[in-house]
């Protein structure tokens, strides 16, 4: 059975999360709760979880640096991402990490066991002829140039979850210096053939992890060329397409948030609401909203309840039968002084020149 530990400084959420997973049809159960970064890592080390689900804004040790530690000293244990903070650099630690799935709050439960589903998955994967596979010699005709080859390939690894495009196709072609080398020191094309299947294995798993094979590689594509240097050139290209496609969909899911948020406020503004009540409702901070919203739409979420509602009550005004305080009543205003200012400030006009203005 595979052992759960769930991370998150607020007791509601890790209950929420206890309620969602359908732990004895996993297979799993849940081992225990830890209310920070410090602790999580406390617990991880005494209980030795098989998989980790962790918030990662967090007092202390927060998720980014929990993350960091934990690859460090538990990389074998697999990590789920909860954030209410749909940030790129959030999300790039989780995929530096090699997280299973980064999950916005509120948590969608199908997500939630989809991700615990890859989990197990993994777990099982890894403990069969997988693991078999990684203690497999690679073929290098001396220790020098496999420990370089090593190397290469774990900076590789490291710059691909980084995202950081530059450094793998740098590190790609020292890859293609490296066998050269190494091909002209006796090694045979089989022996080669093993080397490419590799990193064709790396690159298959960083695409496998966030769902980008199908997207990007077709089986043309992974019809490597036999000319060593086109063969780097096409993984090179397959790498920097995947690391593109990540940093879309990062963009694509930043926007998708302002338009939920959009939306919600659509439907609210009439309702008491303010910049912290919708952080709140979509569990994110209030700079971070009003940062992203800001840079979307070009104006702050004040700016915009407000432009709501003085439109309504200006069409409030036009009505014969609704007085000058109803309006600003039904429009979400208390104080008919302050309605009045912020009608002016808006319009340029008093709430009563406005109805006096109304055609006969």
């Not at 998720?63 to 909860?82: D, S, T, Y």
């Not at 060593?228 to 998708?256: H, M, P, W």
């Not at 992203?292 to 005004?317: C, P, Q, V, W």
């Amino acid at each position: 059975m595979h052992k759960v530990l769930i991370i998150d400084d607020e007791p509601w959420s890790r209950e929420v999360i206890k309620a969602l997973g359908q732990w004895d049809v996993m297979n799993m159960t849940v081992v225990g709760e830890a209310e920070d970064g410090k602790s999580g890592l406390r617990s991880i080390e005494e209980l030795a979880p098989h998989i980790v689900v962790t918030d990662m804004r967090m007092p202390g040790v927060d998720g980014v640096e929990l993350l960091q530690q934990m690859n460090e000293q538990f990389p074998q244990v697999k990590i789920i991402v909860m954030s209410g903070y749909d940030d790129f650099a959030y999300m790039k630690q989780a995929i530096r990490s090699r997280a299973a799935e980064y999950l916005l709050k509120p948590v969608d439960p199908d997500e939630l066991i989809a991700a615990l589903r890859k989990c197990a998955a993994e777990l099982e994967a890894a403990s069969g002829t997988d693991e078999q596979a990684r203690t497999i010699p690679l073929p290098f005709p001396s220790k020098a140039l496999s420990d370089r080859y090593l190397s290469l390939k774990q900076r590789t690894l490291a710059a691909l979850f980084e995202l950081n495009k530059p450094a793998v196709l740098q590190n790609l072609g020292k890859l293609e210096q490296l066998l050269a080398e190494t091909f002209h020191e006796g090694l045979s094309h089989k022996q080669l053939e093993r080397l490419y299947e590799d990193y064709a294995a790396l690159l298959e798993q960083f695409l496998g992890e966030y769902n980008l094979g199908e997207q990007i590689v077709s089986p043309d594509s992974m019809r490597l060329p036999t000319n060593l240097s086109d063969r780097i050139e096409v993984i090179g290209f397959i790498y920097s397409t995947a690391i593109e496609r990540i940093e879309a969909t990062l963009k694509k899911r930043g926007n998708l948030l302002i338009g939920e948020v959009k939306a919600y406020l659509d439907k609210h503004f009439l309702d008491p609401i303010s910049l912290e009540s919708v952080a709140q409702q979509f569990y994110v901070s209030k700079e971070h909203l009003s940062r992203s919203f800001k840079a979307a739409r070009d104006e702050t979420i004040t700016d915009y309840i407000i432009g709501k509602r003085m439109d309504h009550a200006r069409n409030l005004l036009l009505l014969p039968h609704v007085s000058i305080k109803e309006a600003a009543l039904l429009s979400g205003y208390t104080e008919l002084p302050y309605f009045h200012r912020v009608f002016k400030k808006h319009f340029g006009m008093t709430p009563g020149e406005v109805r006096n203005s109304k055609p006969e």
